[in-house]
């Protein structure tokens, strides 16, 4: 049994279908804004709207018992959050750290669609990157 048979098998279908929804459009647009934040006028806007992204998969995957993905989204949102009091871009170590939690996401989104055990994070994503540039 994967983790789309146990949310079904847990929880109100209509509330697994709107977070797979909502995940799918989440995880989708994570790339573009990270992207962004590189670019000094797009900095403020895109690291609020990534901060949001985290904050919302860190609930809802909580909510769901989806531990591993809601831990994942926690430790994202503390660094995003630390992040916010920025006004640069950040640096390519940092962007580049950011596009693999976002693969990881899409791994995840993988693994939900195909009906398969979540992917175990990767140990390399759990080493913070240096946020100063």
Do not use: C
């Not at 995940?23 to 403020?44: A, F, G, K, P, Q």
């Not at 949001?52 to 993905?69: C, D, E, Q």
């Not at 430790?75 to 693999?100: G, H, Q, Y």
């Amino acid at each position: 049994m994967g983790v789309r048979s146990d949310l079904d098998a847990n929880f109100d279908f209509e509330i697994v279908d709107e977070f797979l929804d909502h995940y799918s459009l989440m995880v989708d647009s994570m790339e573009v804004m990270i992207l962004d934040l590189s670019r000094e006028e797009m900095y403020s806007r895109s690291i609020n709207e990534l901060f949001r992204v985290f904050h919302n998969i860190k609930s809802a995957s909580g909510y769901l018992k989806l531990t591993s993905m809601a831990k994942l989204s926690s430790f994202v949102e503390d660094e995003l959050e630390s992040l916010r009091t920025k006004t640069s871009p950040i640096s390519e170590e940092t962007t580049n750290w950011l596009l693999a939690i976002s693969d990881m996401y899409a791994t995840w989104q993988d693994d939900l669609k195909m009906d398969n055990k979540l992917s175990k994070i990767k140990y390399s994503l759990l080493k913070i990157p240096d946020l100063e540039k």
